[in-house]
């Protein structure tokens, strides 16, 4: 049998394009149209690295660039969007939610299997008191609880046993978060947090899987099994497999042939007359991403796809480091051109190096096309000018 195939341009196209990255980025970046850049997108992820601005607020610019960090913050206490957890903390729409219970039972079985392991003893006995004491005094931060408890000093995973409580109680969905003070959670009950028309809602395991594998595939516009079942990291791999065979008996997905960077060949899933469909055209405009944008969390899949290798480099020792503790990818049309290191420093960006990648010549005119976004990003970093290292075109 002979099966469809698709250009690894056109599956870039159509991949960039299902995530923001193919056209001219353009749009208000707040109210509905925030809230549908992050249905479309599926869910946005959350970190706390701030070299020049956090991961979400550079996710959402980078697809609005008339974006800034107060508008998430409104979709948050609007009820619009919810936080909680994929691979990592994320924000989701809303309604997500009902699917999201079976998240909550999947994360309080692993937890309970592997926690007692991983954090200092006491936590488990701790969540009755830190319960009962958000529901008596209303919400709160990990810095109010623990009185008396000894502090974490082994890094950001060494919790004190209320902060484990608090963890454990939002991963599991007891708790929520109502809102953020800097970038620290505040915690209050689920049933205080989320409106009632989602709260009340409910979904069998069934329909939460093929919401799940059905909203992935219309993200990724093609993918294998396992890609799919780890967009939201919700679905099991006997599921997603079940999946896929029933989707594909029913004729609603199909099997076809996508080309890769290297030009091998991947056998994917995707939806009926996906190698038919026009191909999307991509701006050429150049664009500083975030190291946790979507179109790149899945690094295996961007080196098949694009031929770009990056890597997160924060806990490598500073002597091998290749790039840089926090480096920014950049990309242009359908391509990544290069990655870069930058920070912001005294109310400057300062930019240390840009590496270009194989083949890409930094002639003139890309050159400035990448300091005009370097500029436009500078803005959102808060920065009022940018700053160059002598020699920062690496060749």
Partial sequence: MILPRLSNAAARAHFLDRHGLAGAPAGPGRGD???????????????????????HDLILWSRRPRYRPPQLDRLLAGRRVFEHWTHDAAVLPIEAFPHWRLKFDRDRAHLDRRWPNWRREGWHHRMDDVLKRIAAHGPLTSAEVGEGEEKGRGGWWDWHPSKTALEYLWRSGELSITRREGFRKVYDLTERVIPPEWLDRRAEPGETVDWAMAGALDRLGFATTAELRAFHDLVTPAEAKAWAEAALAEGRIVEMEVETAEGGV????????????????????????SPFDPALRD????????????????????????????????????????RIDMKREEGCLAVRAFWPERGVGMGQARRRRLVAELERVARLGGCGDLRFEAGWVRG
Avoid: K
């Fill in 33 to 55: 149209d925030l809230s549908e850049v992050i249905r479309a997108l599926g869910f946005v992820q959350v970190d706390s690295v701030n070299t020049l601005a956090r991961a």
């Fill in 266 to 289: 991947r056998r994917c899933l995707a939806r009926p007359g996906l190698a038919e469909a026009p191909v999307p055209e991509a701006a050429g405009r150049v664009r500083v991403l």
């Fill in 299 to 338: 690094r295996a899949r961007a080196e098949r796809l694009f031929d770009f290798r990056y890597r997160i480099e924060i806990f490598v020792p500073a002597e091998r480091r290749r790039y840089g503790y926090y480096v920014f990818p950049v990309w242009e049309g359908l391509r990544a051109i290069g």
